[in-house]
């Protein structure tokens, strides 16, 4: 698939750019700034802040922010809903379709991995023809039975496919036995028919740096952690698990909000300074592993975290969109 041109509807660049890296690598403030300084638009590219009324702990533009920088792909389905990779591709090709025909520049910018390999290799996902009747009945079967159970199950007949998740992941359990049973084809298989064509946009990456510097990294993580207690990300953990929808799902996989389940439940058990400490260690351990997916990707453009933003855009990021 040819990469399409850009530069007939959008005057002066023929790139977009996908502005990436770890969690508190400051990614959201040059990519607003690179806004400001060219009339973007941004489009998060996080798998977290889809979701309504999930602000503090997923770390979302400001009232403010959003108030001179128009945002899209932010708080477009509710808590419980399920969104894969490929809602989320769907999604932005059609957010970078609307600010090319009105002449913005789209400015990417999250740390979800899959999110990101998806746009920059161009990967055509295969939906599988399952039936909710049978996906209904897998889960039942999962509650009933245990994980064990089904877990087993694909393992005997996608083993690929069962070492690649854990048991108690019930969502992509019940899916891959599902598309096993309804189509007489493992899961890997149909993994397989996903096709990387190439992007579909000529996008160019940037990461803020931090490989030699990650100590600074981890002491930026602490301190969000502790602004988001400030700002309330408790009483967002306790709406959160005050909705009426499965525990299982992604929404409550999220850092800043399952580590507070024990202490809502019962704060005599758990108290909140445990809680916080938990945040800021799977926060941490988060951000190595973003940096070890980043690192695999060879034509990132790193950007030096000891330059002020201006100096960024002005010296790095805009001489690559031309």
């Not at 996906?135 to 496919?161: C, F, T, V």
């Not at 036995?177 to 309804?182: D, E, F, G, N, T």
């Not at 202490?263 to 938990?278: G, H, M, T, V």
Request: hydrophobic letters at 35%; glycine letters at 6%.
């Amino acid at each position: 698939m040819a990469v399409k041109d850009i530069s007939s509807r959008l005057e002066g660049f023929s790139k977009i750019p996908i502005i990436c890296g770890p969690t508190a690598s400051g990614k959201s403030a040059i990519a607003l700034r690179l806004c400001e300084l060219t009339g973007g638009e941004l489009l998060s590219c996080d798998s977290m802040q889809i979701y309504k009324h999930l602000d503090v702990g997923t770390a979302k533009a400001t009232e403010e922010e959003r108030s001179h920088i128009p945002h899209h792909l932010t708080d477009i389905v509710e808590p419980g809903t399920y969104f894969s990779v490929n809602d989320y591709v769907h999604r932005c090709y059609d957010a970078i379709e609307d600010c090319l025909n009105r002449g913005k520049l789209p400015v990417i910018c999250g740390g979800t991995g899959q999110y990101i390999s998806a746009l920059r290799d161009g990967l055509k996902f295969v939906d599988e023809p399952v039936p909710d009747s049978l996906i209904a009945e897998l889960e039942a079967d999962y509650d009933a039975k245990g994980p064990e159970s089904l877990y087993d199950r694909l393992k005997a007949i996608d083993p690929d496919a069962a070492s690649k998740m854990h048991m108690n992941n019930k969502r992509r359990v019940v899916r891959a036995l599902a598309v096993c049973i309804a189509t007489g084809k493992t899961f890997t298989e149909w993994n397989s028919t996903s096709k990387t064509t190439g992007p579909m946009y000529p996008f160019v990456l940037f990461e803020p740096d931090f490989e030699d510097c990650r100590e600074v990294l981890y002491d930026r993580i602490n301190k969000r952690v502790d602004i988001m207690v400030e700002q309330g990300i408790i009483d967002e953990a306790k709406y959160l698990y005050s909705l009426d929808i499965d525990r299982k799902s992604t929404c409550f996989q999220a850092i800043g909000y399952k580590e507070f389940k024990d202490y809502i439940a019962d704060p005599s058990k758990e108290n909140l300074d445990e809680a916080i400490y938990k945040i800021k260690l799977n926060s941490r351990h988060y951000a190595k592993r973003q940096l070890t997916w980043f690192r695999y990707i060879d034509d990132i453009i790193k950007l030096d975290v000891t330059s002020n933003i201006d100096d960024l855009i002005s010296c790095t990021i805009m001489p690559n969109l031309h």
